[in-house]
């Protein structure tokens, strides 16, 4: 939840919200963040279609310019908010929790 708040948050100061794709996934990321903390089952599953949209740009960096290049320094930090936002949604137990106490 904290992860996407985040995101948000520096997708409008770093302006990478002022186009459409940008702003859907500013709004997206701050909706399925609240949809979380009211534990929703909705909010869930929209940050999961947000955290799927966020790795688009990473795995097409990957694919374009090669898994190397995505190691370098900018490429790595532009990398680790989306990496870690999907796996923290898919891992088992936010999965479990999820299933149990969402409505």
Do not use: C
């Not at 929703?40 to 898994?67: H, M, N, R, T």
């Amino acid at each position: 939840m904290i992860l996407l708040y985040v995101d948000a948050a520096f997708s409008v100061l770093f302006g990478t919200a002022f186009n459409l794709i940008g702003l859907i996934i500013v709004a997206g990321s701050v909706a399925g963040g609240f949809g979380i903390a009211q534990e929703k089952k909705w909010g869930y599953y929209l940050a999961l279609a947000i955290s799927v949209l966020g790795l688009l740009p990473v795995v097409l960096i990957a694919l374009d310019q090669g898994i190397l290049n995505l190691l370098l320094p900018i490429n790595l930090l532009f990398a680790i908010f989306p990496v870690a936002r999907f796996a923290l949604l898919v891992h088992p137990q936010s999965r479990d929790y999820q299933k149990i106490w969402f409505t």
